[in-house]
């Protein structure tokens, strides 16, 4: 018995994992990341509320808000395409933009409201 011909059998890559590593650098699944992460707003509160308890304020929208900027930030604006819109509902997607640039306007950080503002204006032109 070869112990390193039964371990190597653990560290082949497989045709599925570069799918699902293909799957993961695409537009589609960045921008539903996007909208996952707002949509568990209020998901996130409550596990903070459930493990301080404490009411923390703002902290669980800080840290919804600054999750889902990470995700759009990941995701090519130049490359992205109907595809990858129509997949998802539109109108969730414009409401979650909208949404995010008014949570950076209230902390004045204007250039992540530009940014989702040029992207919400590139979708629409698809």
């Given at each position: 018995?070869?112990?390193?011909k039964?371990?190597?059998l653990f560290?082949?890559e497989?045709?599925q994992?570069?799918e699902?590593?293909?799957?993961k650098?695409?537009?589609y699944?960045?921008?539903?990341?996007f909208?996952?992460v707002?949509?568990?707003?209020?998901?996130?509160?409550?596990?903070?509320?459930?493990?301080?308890n404490?009411?923390?304020?703002n902290?669980?929208e800080?840290?919804t808000?600054?999750?889902?900027?990470?995700?759009?930030e990941?995701?090519?604006?130049e490359?992205?395409c109907?595809s990858?819109?129509t997949?998802?509902?539109f109108?969730?997607?414009?409401?979650?933009?909208d949404?995010?640039?008014?949570f950076?306007?209230?902390?004045?950080?204007?250039?992540k409201?530009?940014?989702?503002?040029?992207?919400?204006?590139?979708?629409?032109?698809?």
């Amino acid at each position: 018995m070869n112990p390193d011909k039964i371990f190597g059998l653990f560290n082949e890559e497989t045709n599925q994992d570069k799918e699902l590593e293909n799957f993961k650098e695409s537009n589609y699944f960045k921008l539903s990341m996007f909208l996952k992460v707002l949509k568990n707003k209020d998901n996130i509160d409550n596990i903070l509320s459930t493990l301080t308890n404490e009411d923390l304020g703002n902290v669980g929208e800080h840290i919804t808000f600054y999750r889902a900027y990470y995700w759009f930030e990941q995701i090519d604006i130049e490359s992205i395409c109907k595809s990858d819109i129509t997949l998802l509902d539109f109108t969730n997607i414009e409401f979650a933009i909208d949404y995010t640039i008014k949570f950076y306007e209230s902390l004045e950080e204007y250039e992540k409201c530009a940014e989702l503002k040029k992207f919400k204006d590139t979708i629409l032109s698809l």
